[in-house]
């Protein structure tokens, strides 16, 4: 079993998931009523990414005898802006996952629960991605600036991502 606050840290991180595949999907329909559907399929396959995470802490919980507890889903906030306004906010929610995780593996290892933190390298691992691609797409955007051309070719080519 889970201690009581690596269950918690679990549960909490399962809900952050789940927000976080919302923010996306908020983004998603964002781009798509920008006329921007590559970007749009992006972010769709991003939240479906974050459902995934979330499932993979949930079979996990479950796999060391633990519960799992689901909260409410807040509701994504806010203004998107530009499309590199939009990938930015998308690159700090990335950042601010990884100090979770990376506050979740400090935890399992200060209790000396091993496999916890060889599950949580997993995500470890994953993070680094997340931020990579993110900051990829914004310099591609920094790359274009105002060039309408430029910007379909970005659009084009992520809506390209499987
Ligand atoms: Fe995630
Ligand atoms: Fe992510």
């Not at 749009?40 to 991003?46: C, D, F, L, N, V």
């Not at 060039?147 to 991502?161: E, K, S, V, Y």
Request: overall charge negative.
């Amino acid at each position: 079993m889970l201690s009581a606050t690596l269950q918690a840290a679990f549960n909490d991180q399962i809900n952050f998931e789940l927000a976080s595949a919302y923010v996306y999907l908020a983004m998603s329909a964002h781009f798509d009523e920008s006329s921007l559907p590559g970007c749009a399929k992006w972010m769709k396959h991003q939240a479906e990414e974050e459902v995934g995470h979330a499932m993979r802490l949930l079979e996990y919980v479950h796999d060391r005898g633990s519960s799992v507890a689901l909260g409410a889903i807040p509701a994504p906030t806010g203004d998107f802006g530009t499309p590199r306004d939009t990938f930015q906010q998308a690159l700090e929610h990335e950042q601010a996952v990884t100090a979770r995780i990376h506050k979740m593996y400090e935890l399992a290892q200060s209790e000396k629960d091993y496999a916890t933190v060889s599950h949580l390298r997993w995500f470890i691992d994953e993070q680094v991605e997340e931020e990579s691609s993110a900051g990829e797409i914004i310099a591609m955007f920094d790359l274009a600036g105002q060039n309408p051309g430029a910007l379909l070719t970005i659009d084009g080519r992520l809506g390209a991502r499987e």
